[in-house]
């Protein structure tokens, strides 16, 4: 599945409201969450990691891990948390107005 | 934010270590990854590294210094293309630049005082909308009695006079000024100060920077020191600062002195004209209130027309760029050589732009490989972008050289013959702008439609032969469409050129109502102490002028002929003529015997002066037909009289109609007196020779100064170059229009040339075929040129339609002749077609030799 440009920062952002994770685990709590639907490469998330540290939604620690390795965990901010909100309400209304339009299609109808 | 971040990426420590921390973390996540058996979900690391280095590094930066350089890889490439390229970009670009600079230093750039904007320019209005000076009693009462200026200036007109430093003299441009004007104008001295109330009593004078290095080597000691203005003594008491040159546009005085070291007798004369008004307007009061202020006044102007004087009314103009005679005489051939640069610089864009479709047939395989392999449309529209506006912005550049260098030419064509003109005319940072918003117009304009044109391709284009590339090319293109629009403009410019060309003909071949052949015009001056017997002073000099080998006639005068210094004189009475304004002005000249010989001026009836009119005899005077016509009508005027200056004159001739002041007036009343008679001061010696005139320079100047070392000579000039200096704004867009015209019919015909020879050279397939196929060679070269007519005909058709429209542009320019001349645009289009029509031969004939054989064995 696509995703819509602009929605992985959305994603990304809301998977760290619950804890702190490295990038690996990111990718690996999106496509867990999503029910293996959403299978984001490392490529695209790895620079998106980078811009949101650099807007300071994010910031990023080395810590070590469970199984007692070393990684770089990313953690909400404050500013972060103020952004997904805004996002959040956003894209809640975004669904609605499209779901309005985009109701079932009727039987005969033009696709 | 994101700048901080960027900008300390630039700093090599921080960025060694952004780029440690990412290795780190990316092994890390890697090991992770490997420990839980999913390397492959990783994918590509140094992409993902890549990317996000984007997020605080200069990657469009980068991008475009790939893209430059591959742009001037690309240009070393076609050297052939490049160079044409750049020639005529810096020819279009720098005529403009050139151009914009004349209109910047002349017509928009704000004078270097304080305030500028509050500053506003007097002058007197007479009745019939001419417009003139102030003479100092106007000056007096503007100065004093009006209410809506904080200071009103007066100041005349530059003149070169004598300047004694000790053993040394030396000559410079001496400028006399109220006592007032630095303070009126804000300018502040350098160094010393300016007029104040406290030099009473003694003579100073400021000078300008430019003479300060020049003749006292920039030393600071030069304040306080003595120097001789025509024999009397002033002080230097300051230096002006470096970039003000004065409140008049064109004028560089060396030296500022004041009014007061005038004669009174000569300065409060009020018939006497010669003084700039500029005023500092009060603060909130508009220039509508200060004119009707002003207005208020005029009863008491003792030159106001209530008291017999000329002015009518008062105007006020905006003051912030100086006040200029060049920019009333200027503004309107500057403008529309501002449009005939402007064409040609579009003429060369389309030239450029179909010379880069052209070759963007060929660069079509490059453009479609790299589409294959994944280049993204936009980033090759921006590359092929880069290219042209790199292109543009070389030939900007040059183009800034080019301007830079013509313009000592330039000046002079402004000025004409011995006038002189000083405008700093050096590149400022509004002509700077304006050069580098051309060029990147110009190079965006140029380049657009061959890169949208370019990303059309396909990969589909790598399979087709380069031949069947050019051949999927609609009948009438983009690029029959460019050469069109080329030869429209370039027809409007010829147009232009033409009319002009003629305008001066006609200027030049009307009858001037003097014989201009053979004339020189010797201007004398004296010291204003030198006050002798004029008239044996006349008798002596023509005498011995006249003496002079190859000297035919001579004879002196007041005012030059076409010299812009013009006596109208008011007050004349004939009998039965109430003293309305226009029956009591005329014009005059005071002049010697022999005048009419001499310049030509054909009497219709009645004598010329002699020596025998002196100032004993009967008074008698000379009038134009205009004047006889006026009022006496078809009776007979020789023998009248009228009265002027409470005398009696007797009318002894009639002289024809002649251009006195300028070249496009018409039936001026004029009126001669005997200046021998009135022991009238003479500024010109005229002098009518069977030799080149300027041969008898020599000996002029030694007979005039054996009579009095007191008597200087001035200019000496030809009449024809006289009347040539006239023509100087009409030479200039002639001049230019025509080198511009000539430029753009040579480019035409390059790129008809071009683009024909191109598709020649693809068509060669299929003219193979026909010749085979029994077409002859005039067939073929027929059909050529029907594609040469198939541009050039709606071409030709545009340009008459534009011609015909913008004619009314140059309409107040023109003389004898209409915007919509047909010959001239006739003629035009016919210089057009012919240089189309060889420029198409050529290639059209090598087409005609196309050998069947060899040409089907191609492929």
Redesign the interface.
């Known amino acids: 599945m696509d995703l819509l440009q602009g929605t992985l920062d959305m994603l990304v952002l809301r998977t760290l409201v619950l804890a702190p994770l ?3 685990g990111i ?1 690996k709590a999106i496509r867990n969450t999503s029910g293996e639907a959403l299978d984001i ?7 998106a ?3 949101l540290e ?3 939604w994010i910031s990023a620690k080395w810590e070590v ?1 469970e ?1 007692n ?4 965990y990313y953690r909400l901010t404050a500013a972060g948390r103020k952004h997904l909100q805004r996002e959040h309400s956003k894209w809640i209304e975004f669904v609605s107005v499209v779901g309005q339009i985009m109701g079932p299609i009727r039987e005969g109808g033009k696709s | 934010m994101s700048i901080i971040r960027k900008l300390k990426y630039l700093i090599p420590s921080h960025r060694r270590a952004l780029e440690q921390d990412m290795r780190e973390e990316l092994e890390s996540l890697t090991a992770i990854a490997e420990s839980q058996e999913a390397r492959r979900e990783l994918g590509n690391l140094t992409r993902a590294a890549e990317e996000a280095r984007a997020v605080w590094s200069w990657t469009w930066f980068e991008q475009l210094r790939g893209d430059v350089r591959y742009a001037s890889r690309t240009m070393r490439h076609s050297p052939g293309f490049t160079a044409t390229a750049l020639l005529s970009l810096a020819l279009g670009i720098g005529a403009n630049t050139a151009i914009f600079s004349l209109i910047n230093a002349i017509l928009l750039r704000a004078l270097p005082v304080s305030h500028p904007e509050a500053l506003a320019v007097l002058s007197s209005v007479s009745r019939d909308g001419s417009v003139d000076n102030f003479g100092y009693p106007d000056y007096l009462v503007v100065r004093n009695q009006n209410r809506a200026f904080s200071g009103v200036l007066a100041a005349s007109g530059q003149a070169r006079v004598d300047v004694g430093m000790g053993a040394e003299t030396e000559l410079a441009q001496r400028k006399l000024v109220s006592d007032n004007y630095f303070a009126v104008l804000g300018v502040q001295p350098l160094i010393g100060h300016v007029f104040s109330n406290e030099d009473k009593g003694i003579q100073v004078a400021v000078i300008s920077h430019r003479f300060w290095e020049r003749s006292f080597a920039g030393s600071p000691s030069v304040i306080g020191r003595q120097i001789d203005l025509d024999g009397l003594p002033f002080t230097i008491v300051g230096v002006a600062p470096r970039e003000f040159v004065g409140e008049t546009v064109g004028e560089a005085p060396d030296i500022w002195a004041t009014l007061s070291s005038m004669p009174a007798s000569r300065r409060d004369l009020p018939g006497f004209t010669w003084l700039n008004l500029m005023a500092r307007l009060k603060p909130g009061v508009q220039a509508q209130q200060a004119r009707a202020n002003l207005n208020l006044l005029l009863p008491q102007l003792p030159n106001s027309v209530s008291r017999g004087g000329f002015i009518d009314r008062i105007s006020v103009q905006r003051g912030d760029r100086g006040s200029s005679g060049l920019r009333d005489s200027f503004s309107v051939p500057l403008n529309i050589l501002m449009a005939v640069v402007a064409v040609v610089l579009l003429i060369a864009c389309a030239n450029l732009a179909s010379l880069q479709l052209a070759r963007a047939a060929s660069r079509q395989r490059e453009i479609a490989t790299r589409l294959a392999i994944g280049a993204g449309r936009s980033r090759i529209v921006r590359q092929l972008m880069i290219e042209s506006v790199l292109l543009a912005l070389l030939g900007g550049l040059l183009g800034l050289l080019f301007a830079v260098w013509s313009q000592r030419l330039l000046l002079n064509l402004v000025a004409g013959i011995g006038r002189t003109i000083t405008l700093d005319l050096r590149p400022d940072f509004r002509v700077l702008l304006f050069t580098g918003a051309i060029s990147v117009t110009t190079g965006v304009l140029f380049g657009l439609a061959p890169a949208i044109k370019a990303v059309r391709y396909n990969a589909e284009a790598l399979k087709l032969t380069t031949h069947q590339l050019s051949d999927r090319q609609r009948r009438w293109g983009l690029k029959d469409g460019l050469i069109a629009i080329q030869v429209a403009l370039s027809l409007v410019l010829l147009v232009v050129g033409g009319l002009f060309i003629r305008t001066i003909r006609n200027l030049k071949t009307q009858d001037v109502g003097f014989r201009a052949a053979n004339v020189l015009s010797v201007q004398l001056s004296s010291q204003r102490e030198y006050q002798p017997n004029w008239a044996s002073v006349i008798v002596t000099l023509l005498r011995r002028t006249e003496a002079i080998p190859g000297v035919q006639v001579a004879s002196v005068s007041f005012n030059k002929i076409l010299a812009n210094d013009g006596s109208g004189v008011s007050g004349l009475k004939f009998d039965g003529y109430p003293p309305t304004r226009e029956n009591q002005r005329a014009q005059a000249n005071w002049v010697g015997p022999n005048y009419f010989e001499t310049s030509g001026i054909t009497l219709l009836e009645g004598r010329g002066f002699s020596p025998a009119d002196t100032s004993t005899a009967q008074k008698v005077a000379i009038i134009n037909q205009t004047v006889a016509r006026h009022y006496f009508g078809n009776r007979r005027a020789v023998g009248q009289r009228f009265e002027f200056n409470k005398e009696q004159y007797k009318i002894i001739a009639v002289a024809k109609n002649a251009k006195y002041l300028d070249l496009r007036e018409s039936n001026v009343p004029f009126v001669y007196f005997a200046a021998l008679q009135n022991n009238s001061e003479i500024h010109s010696l005229e002098i009518r020779t069977s030799i080149p005139p300027l041969t008898v320079v020599g000996a002029v100047r030694k007979v005039v100064r054996e009579i009095d070392p007191h008597l200087r000579i001035g200019k000496i000039t030809t009449l024809e170059k006289r009347i040539n200096q006239k023509l100087a704004p009409e030479f200039l867009v002639a001049d230019i229009a025509g080198f511009f015209s000539g430029l753009t019919l040579l480019l035409v015909s390059i790129g008809i040339y071009g683009t024909l020879a191109y598709t020649v050279a693809r068509r060669a397939n299929e003219i193979g075929i026909r010749m085979a196929l029994g077409a002859r060679a005039a067939t073929v070269l027929s059909m050529i040129l029907r594609d040469v007519l198939w541009v050039l005909v709606p071409g030709l058709a545009a340009g008459v339609a534009v011609a015909l429209s913008v004619g009314r542009l140059v309409a107040s320019m023109l003389f004898g002749l209409k915007p919509t001349d047909l010959s001239t645009i006739a003629l035009a289009a016919l210089v057009l077609s012919a240089a189309t029509l060889a420029a198409g031969y050529i290639p059209a004939r090598r087409a005609s030799r196309v050998d069947p054989a060899t040409a089907l064995r191609f492929e």
């Open positions: 490295h990038g690996y990718s490469e490392f490529g695209s998330l790895y620079p990691l980078k811009r650099a807007k300071s891990s199984h390795r070393r990684a770089k």
